[in-house]
């Protein structure tokens, strides 16, 4: 009992304050939501192959994540070697379209839509790749007859009933690489996102079959070693593709959970017998944060506080001390709430603690979670939580200081009208070398201090670099208010604000004063 209680109250103490934190107003604070297409998952839905509806499905997920919060999402665009968008390189999803290589039909590019509905709610888009899944299931996938399995098929290995690359042919690397670039090049995305996904977990009794590779490749490395180089192979050729097309583009990963174990090494989290990244999928994450490869680490901590194996609150107590000054964004498990067999998701508060209790850390930046369709059912109540208490207000996704801080001008001011109780404002950047993101709306009362690091008088986000306009209903008791526009880089620097006053006169009437 006397072991016990000091870490109980540790658990408590950080519970309370992180309670204190979650009622604080966080101004800038990732907070997304996977959205997997992989066997159609959340979207689209199973044998949904109508663009139409297809559209519409994604437009309901979207405003529900704006309702609930949310400033990003990150979606599965290549989920299996193919392709949620026209590519070069490899055949439409046949969980698009019902079978690999057919395009939609009315045609229409499925991820110029989803950016472009994404940041029309001032929300990030992440293009979430599979890098080595080849094959979902070798006996009842559908492959079109120009797939990369069919042109190239000594780059591929056969392990369970799934097809893989295998990581260590420096064809498949730069392959692979190509792919990312394209889009990356093409499309407006915020950042590239990996999941767990390197070498495959482990099928019992079963070797990953790359041994002729290890023959050809292995260098005098032990097999371990020569796995993990490969993998450390590609996430380094990766950044350099990414930052080499556009520096402003993200690169992030979601590991599983655990990176090692305590008793395979001191460095190792607190955790017993659990699947490990460096151990069993040969991903060394913490080299990728030191060498400064990638730009954020998501760990898929799925379980709940206090749970045998691999508790959260140990892990992420980890996390925050091993982020080497990148962005950490917890993963949560906001499926198992759906789950009636984990006793340990059967406590409403669960979401709630996890969040107050991430909100504890300075090293933490906010949260993903996993997966959309789970939000449709708002599992004890969570969405109302986010939605009302810990995602109350807005938020900005955090900047990344090292990546290019350089202040946005500001933005141009183009019109200013009332009509009917809602003002509208057309705003434009002004002439800069620096790519802009989009802009910001403020809203302060009468008396108000004009404080721009409270997020409650965030009234919008819009992201885009051309002309935007700004609708806001006006609060019908006011009879002055000042509005305020900022320009936000990709990096989510603001510009200085541009400020608008609006006032009623002796008729009663709306005019508006602008105030440089």
Not at 173 to 179: P, Q
Request: charged share 25%; net charge neutral.
């Amino acid at each position: 009992m006397q072991k016990i209680f000091p870490v109980l109250f540790v658990i408590v103490f950080f519970l309370f304050v992180g309670y204190l934190n979650g009622q604080s107003l966080q101004k800038y604070e990732m907070r997304a939501a996977w959205i997997a297409t992989v066997d159609n998952i959340d979207w689209p839905s199973k044998g949904n192959y109508d663009p139409e509806r297809q559209k519409k499905e994604f437009i309901d997920l979207l405003d529900l994540h704006c309702r609930n919060g949310m400033n990003a999402v990150v979606v599965q665009v290549r989920p299996a070697t193919d392709a949620f968008y026209p590519s070069p390189f490899e055949p439409w999803s046949e969980w698009l379209t019902g079978k690999q290589g057919k395009a939609p039909s009315p045609y229409y590019d499925p991820l110029q839509f989803m950016i472009e509905e994404t940041h029309k709610r001032g929300m990030e888009f992440h293009a979430w790749f599979n890098p080595y899944r080849a094959v979902l299931n070798i006996r009842s996938s559908s492959i079109a007859p120009d797939h990369i399995t069919r042109k190239k098929p000594e780059w591929f290995v056969v392990y369970g009933d799934r097809k893989y690359f295998d990581p260590a042919h420096p064809e498949v690397r730069k392959h692979v690489a190509e792919v990312i670039r394209d889009v990356v090049r093409r499309y407006d995305i915020d950042a590239v996102h990996f999941d767990d996904y390197f070498y495959p977990y482990k099928i019992p009794g079963k070797e990953f079959p790359d041994y002729s590779s290890f023959k050809k490749y292995g260098n005098g490395m032990n097999r371990d070693e020569w796995r993990r180089s490969n993998v450390d192979s590609i996430i380094r050729m990766l950044h350099d593709v990414i930052k080499q097309e556009k520096p402003w583009v993200k690169f992030g990963i979601s590991p599983f959970g655990v990176w090692r174990n305590k008793d395979k090494d001191p460095a190792g989290s607190a955790t017993v017998g659990a699947l490990a990244n460096y151990d069993d999928l040969y991903a060394d994450i913490l080299l990728w944060l030191k060498n400064g490869w990638i730009d954020y680490v998501a760990p898929q901590l799925y379980w709940e506080i206090g749970h045998r194996v691999a508790a959260y609150e140990i892990l992420i107590d980890w996390w925050a001390q091993n982020s080497y000054g990148k962005h950490l964004y917890i993963g949560h498990g906001y499926y198992r709430g759906t789950e009636k067999n984990s006793p340990g998701w059967r406590n409403p508060s669960q979401i709630p603690d996890q969040i107050n209790l991430l909100r504890s850390y300075a090293t933490v930046n906010g949260s993903m979670y996993f997966s959309s369709k789970s939000f449709l059912s708002n599992p004890f109540g969570w969405n109302d939580s986010l939605r009302y208490t810990y995602y109350k207000h807005p938020a900005i996704v955090p900047v990344m200081p090292w990546m290019n801080t350089d202040q946005p001008a500001e933005p141009s001011v183009e019109s200013v009208a009332v009509n009917q109780g809602k003002l509208n404002i057309m705003v434009k950047r002004l002439p800069q070398n620096q790519p802009v993101r989009g802009f910001v709306l403020y809203r302060f009362n009468e008396g108000d201090s004009l404080d721009f690091n409270n997020p409650s008088h965030i009234r919008k986000k819009i992201f885009g670099s051309g002309t935007i306009i700004f609708e806001d209903e006006i609060p019908p008791l006011s009879d002055e208010l000042i509005y305020a526009v900022t320009t936000i880089s990709y990096n989510s620097v603001e510009s200085e604000p541009i400020q608008i006053r609006i006032r009623k006169n002796e008729e009663n009437i709306w005019t508006v004063e602008p105030n440089q």
